[in-house]
C-alpha cells in the first residue's frame, strides 16, 4: 500500500480541484494551498482506498470538513513522484473516475 506521507510531489505537479478556478500548477503551489488548510484550523490525514499502476484513490480526511464534505482524490504516481491530484465531490464520483482509468 502507498503511503502519501512518504511520496514527493513532481515540481511540474497539477493539482485539480472540484470547481473552476481551484488549480495549482506546481509543487510550491500545491505546498502553499496546503499551508492555508493548516491556517485555516483545518487538518488532513489522507487514507488510501485503492491503488494500482501508479493511480492512487483516497480519502483525504479533512477536518473540520472544508467547503466539499465528501471530498475524494485520485494522485497519479510516477518514479515515487505525485504527478497529477484529481478533487471529485465524493467517494462515488472517485470510483468512477478510479475504474475508468482501467
Request: proline share 8%; hydrophobic share 45%.
Amino acid at each position: 500500500m502507498v503511503n502519501l506521507a512518504e511520496i514527493e510531489l513532481a515540481p511540474d505537479v497539477v493539482w485539480v480541484g472540484v470547481l473552476p478556478g481551484m488549480l495549482c500548477r506546481s509543487a510550491a503551489q500545491v505546498n502553499e494551498r496546503l499551508e492555508q488548510v493548516r491556517e485555516s484550523g483545518r487538518y488532513y490525514s489522507p487514507e488510501v482506498l485503492a491503488e494500482r499502476d501508479g493511480v492512487v484513490l483516497f480519502d483525504p480526511h479533512v477536518e473540520p470538513p472544508a467547503e466539499i464534505p465528501e471530498l475524494h482524490q485520485i494522485a497519479i504516481v510516477h518514479d515515487n513522484l505525485v504527478q497529477e491530484i484529481r478533487d471529485y465531490p465524493n467517494r462515488a464520483a472517485a470510483d468512477a473516475a478510479f475504474e475508468a482509468l482501467r
